[in-house]
């Protein structure tokens, strides 16, 4: 079983605010990394897939960016809202199967 | 519209009671997942399915059993040895899943009590 661990567990910010967290994973044999978000009483809904080295990703105020030789993932959410308001899970594809790790809950306050 | 359904969302079992969980999808994807979660802890993985009438098991499989007969369906039944079944049960379903960027879709889960 792989290890996959996101930090912090919980994130409290006001609106407006600029927040990051962490995912990190096994460095070796990295396949691609998955980011879903996750809001309450809603399904998880992909967010990114990152597979190179170096990527970054963009949508809208979210981005992530990827560092494979190290084993880790940065999620940044620029000027908060609170409707992003929800856990963020990072998962590790391991070929054919996810990993995750037990998410970032961030909570916006208006 | 096109979807994951998992039904019920709240399933109240006795202790000792096989239970089985629905999960039916019409996005045409080849591969289906079980996942559980418990408070504090990531998604973890009980079976999958890369295509019908295969599958294979997660990390955590244990006390449960699937089947892929159909395309569209791949119910999960909690047996009466899986030891601590209380939980929450996600499925989901991707179009293949060998490919790297195969995005997983979520059904709404199933909040299973044992009494």
Redesign the interface.
Same mark, same amino acid.
């Given at each position: 079983i792989l290890n996959v661990e996101q930090s912090p567990q919980s994130l409290h910010v006001q609106e407006g605010d600029s927040t990051n967290f962490t995912c990190s994973f096994p460095s070796s044999n990295f396949y691609a990394l998955h980011w879903y978000r996750w809001e309450t009483a809603k399904s998880p809904e992909a967010l990114f897939v990152m597979t190179l080295n170096g990527d970054e990703k963009k949508k809208g105020r979210i981005s992530a960016t990827l560092n494979t030789k190290e084993g880790y993932s940065y999620l940044y959410i620029k000027g908060s809202q609170p409707e992003d308001s929800a856990t963020y899970l990072c998962a590790f594809k391991d070929f054919n199967k996810f990993y995750f790790g037990s998410g970032t809950k961030l909570n916006v306050k208006p | 519209d096109g979807g994951?359904t998992q039904s019920p969302k709240y399933l109240f079992r006795k202790e000792g009671q096989n239970v089985t969980l629905s999960c039916e999808q019409n996005l045409n994807h080849d591969?289906m997942?079980w996942?559980r979660q418990d408070p !504090? *802890? !990531?998604?973890?993985?009980i079976y999958?399915s *890369?295509i019908v009438n295969d599958f294979q098991k !997660? /990390?955590i499989a244990e006390g449960y059993s699937v089947s892929r007969e159909k395309k569209e369906s791949f119910p999960l039944t909690v047996t009466s040895a899986q030891k601590n079944p209380t939980a929450f049960y996600?499925c989901a379903s991707s179009i293949d899943?060998?490919l790297?960027? /195969?995005?997983?879709?979520? !059904?709404?889960?199933t909040r299973l009590t044992v009494l």
């Open positions: - | 994951i591969a997942y996942y !504090g *802890q !990531g998604l973890r993985l999958y *890369q !997660g /990390d996600l899943s060998r790297s960027t /195969d995005t997983q879709y979520f !059904g709404p889960g």
